[in-house]
């Protein structure tokens, strides 16, 4: 009879130090330091009044720390980044556990858009000076256009070098 090696699949208690989940030389360890050290965020700050009531706010550094790197993935449906914060190391190092809902991330793009751009912008030129960024392909907008293309006008390159 073949003997295999127990795996256990039980619930495990593990140590994680959230700091060093971020490691130099990458995109999100400068972008959270960049966000933490270098770029001015007081601005979001006006329009938080909850000095003497209401509920704590989430940083807006986090959101933005969030927000960024989730971008920079490819992931930019905040239903998904509530998720990756919640199941990814990197998110959870990011936000320090503290995963914010989609519709607080959804209404942080939404009021923000165009203070998160500028920060993205400013984010995105310091991590180029310091070629932490590949140049290979960056997207800003993926808009579809119509087009007037035909198939008996398209084909390959064989076809068209035949007609």
């Known amino acids: 009879m073949a003997r295999y090696k127990v795996v256990d699949t039980n619930p495990q208690f593990l140590s994680v130090d959230l700091a060093r989940q971020l490691l130099p ?4 360890h400068a972008l959270n330091h960049l966000l933490d050290h270098e770029v001015d965020l007081a601005h979001f700050d006006a329009r938080f009044k909850n000095d003497a009531t209401g509920a704590p706010a989430y940083p807006p550094a986090m959101l933005l720390k969030v927000v960024l790197f989730a971008y920079s993935q490819g992931i930019v449906r ?77 084909g390959t390159r064989a076809e068209f070098t035949q007609r």
């Open 78 to 154: 905040s239903r998904a980044i509530e998720r990756v914060c919640q199941e990814h190391v990197t998110f959870m190092a990011l936000c320090g556990m503290t995963a914010p809902h989609f519709t607080t991330i959804a209404h942080f793009v939404s009021s923000l858009r165009d203070d998160i751009a500028q920060v993205f912008a400013a984010v995105l030129a310091v991590c180029d000076g310091q070629g932490l960024i590949g140049r290979e392909m960056f997207a800003i907008d993926g808009v579809k256009l119509p087009s007037n293309a035909s198939k008996h006008r398209s």
């Open 25 to 28: 030389g990458t995109f999100e």
